[in-house]
């Protein structure tokens, strides 16, 4: 407990909720701020809660925050959407199994529609000649903002604020991703979203998405079962309520405002389409 809110303090994380005391049927979830803010967690949970006679606590941070609270011991269980360091999580034995359960796009949101990009990388090179809002912290969001700097010719650096392009257009926040989004819609500036949260929040902005269907626009959410808990029957009980019908058919059926936020499964198993863009 004590550890969870150093972790909260340190990182200063907007909406980082503490859990107290965790009774024998409570199940600590440690996820990102995106599957928070995308409304989702809201629906599932406590349809869980009320079934099991339990309830699930969760945690919402960056990704890389959640990797360390299960790392810590702090946490009963994961949902993330950074594959790489979540399968380095597991090599290194902080967790036991890793399975994708729903998945959308990233998208990039901005002032204008610049999608006449064919993909992702060329429109961040159109994006920072305007302004552009990095999260800088850690996240699933943050990791594959830097995935995708790296697929543009644009001279970058890598620093305390990770890999960026050398630019006084470019503003790290070192936030979630709701901030962020107000941040561009304040500055008229883009920023990579993903597409549950930016939809969620959408009436609240005059921010426009731009979407694209290539491959590094793909964001799996997977949950973790971890190595350090005692909670782990109850874990796997969740795990398996994510994974089953009833609830896979609310995933893909989950909607705002008539649109679409994510689908069921893992992305191989769903044709390409546009479910998450504009």
């Not at 099991?52 to 969760?58: F, G, I």
């Not at 993330?80 to 990233?106: L, Y």
Request: a negative charge; proline letters at 3%; glycine letters at 6%.
């Amino acid at each position: 407990m004590i550890k969870i809110i150093l972790l909260c303090i340190l990182l200063i994380v907007p909406g980082c909720t503490i859990p107290q005391e965790s009774e024998e049927d409570d199940l600590i979830l440690a996820t990102t701020t995106s599957m928070r803010d995308s409304g989702l967690l809201g629906t599932i949970i406590p349809i869980f809660n009320d079934r099991y006679n339990v309830e699930v606590k969760v945690v919402a941070v960056g990704t890389g925050a959640a990797l360390r609270l299960g790392q810590n011991g702090d946490a009963d269980l994961l949902i993330v959407h950074a594959p790489e360091k979540e399968i380095s999580f597991i090599e290194d034995g902080h967790g036991k199994s890793r399975v994708t359960f729903a998945w959308n796009r990233f998208i990039l949101i901005g002032p204008v529609d610049i999608s006449n990009n064919n993909n992702i990388s060329n429109a961040f090179k159109t994006a920072i000649d305007s302004c552009f809002i990095s999260r800088g912290d850690e996240s699933g969001t943050h990791i594959k903002e830097q995935e995708i700097w790296q697929q543009t010719n644009l001279e970058l650096i890598e620093d305390d604020l990770g890999i960026h392009p050398i630019n006084n257009n470019f503003i790290s926040i070192g936030n979630g991703m709701g901030v962020a989004l107000n941040m561009a819609d304040e500055l008229n500036c883009f920023t990579l979203s993903d597409a549950g949260t930016y939809y969620h929040q959408k009436q609240t902005t005059d921010l426009i998405a731009s979407t694209f269907n290539d491959s590094l626009t793909i964001n799996p959410y997977s949950i973790i079962q971890l190595s350090q808990t005692k909670k782990s029957d109850l874990a796997e009980k969740f795990e398996n309520f994510l994974l089953s019908q009833e609830i896979q058919l609310l995933i893909s059926e989950y909607t705002i405002a008539e649109k679409s936020l994510f689908f069921a499964g893992q992305p191989n198993q769903v044709p390409s389409s546009n479910a998450g863009s504009a």
